[in-house]
């Protein structure tokens, strides 16, 4: 097996999920945040993985930005905040979220290995063309590849499929890395060489599969290669 394409899973992998909370708490007005945004964080992120999975299931697709959206109105309202300019304010934040500290330079590495590289994400277009500009990460991708293409969310095979057909590979010449355990269990499952970026130290989900690798951060990437 000869990888020759990294993937990589965009939000909590390449970019900061948390960062729009903790951002908006610490900017004047953000007061109401200082203490609860962590659990916002987590509700918000929870909440949006959970709906775009019972959307798929259920055959309703929208975009990532509606699912967002949505789970972010569960989370204030779990929070007992009722604040439309925060409600903005926080769904700006989260188009620019920022890349982890490491993610630059584990680009550059592995870019100095001739690697082709990608994201395949949730995310819509106009959401990962923004924070992949934000966090100037642009010019280390060879392309961005959104579920909008075949309109389900992950894990479902169709989204895996993408990659295969975009890069014409076989999976087994594929590294996929995602910080979600379900997802990089689905990628191996799929054929995929997977790296689940564990930063939680978190159990393997019990599924009908488990990532190849753990890892507890991206710094390690380039040595798998």
């Known amino acids: ?7 990589f899973d965009a939000y909590g992998t390449l970019f900061d999920v948390n ?9 004047p007005g953000g007061e109401a945040l200082a203490e609860i945004w962590p659990q916002l964080a987590r509700d ?10 019972l959307r798929a299931t259920a055959d309703r697709h929208v975009d990532f930005h509606a699912v967002t959206g949505d789970a972010l109105d569960w989370a204030m309202e779990a929070a007992g905040i ?5 409600r903005f304010r926080l769904m700006k934040l989260y ?11 584990m680009l550059k590495a592995v870019k100095a290995k001739e690697m082709t590289t990608a994201i395949l994400s949730n995310g ?23 579920v909008e293409q075949v309109g389900v969310y992950k894990p479902n095979r169709a989204v895996y499929e993408m990659v295969t057909t975009r890069f014409d590979c076989s999976p087994t010449n594929v590294l996929f890395v995602s910080a979600n355990g379900w997802d990089a269990a ?38 798998l290669l």
């Open 1 to 7: 097996m000869t990888i020759t394409t990294i993937v």
């Open 44 to 53: 918000w992120r929870h909440k949006q993985l959970g709906y775009s999975w």
């Open 95 to 105: 188009e620019v979220l920022p890349a982890y500290p490491e993610v630059p330079e």
């Open 186 to 223: 689905a990628a191996a499952g799929h054929g995929f060489i997977s790296a689940w970026i564990n930063r939680e130290a978190q159990p393997v989900d019990r599924l009908w599969s488990i990532p190849t690798h753990v890892l507890p951060e991206l710094s390690h990437i380039p040595d």
């Open 82 to 86: 009722a604040d439309p300019d925060l």
């Open 124 to 146: 819509s277009p106009a959401m990962l063309d923004s924070a992949v500009a934000s966090a100037g990460i642009g010019a280390h991708l060879d392309a961005v590849l959104s």
């Open 19 to 27: 960062a729009a909370a903790r951002a908006a708490a610490e900017e």
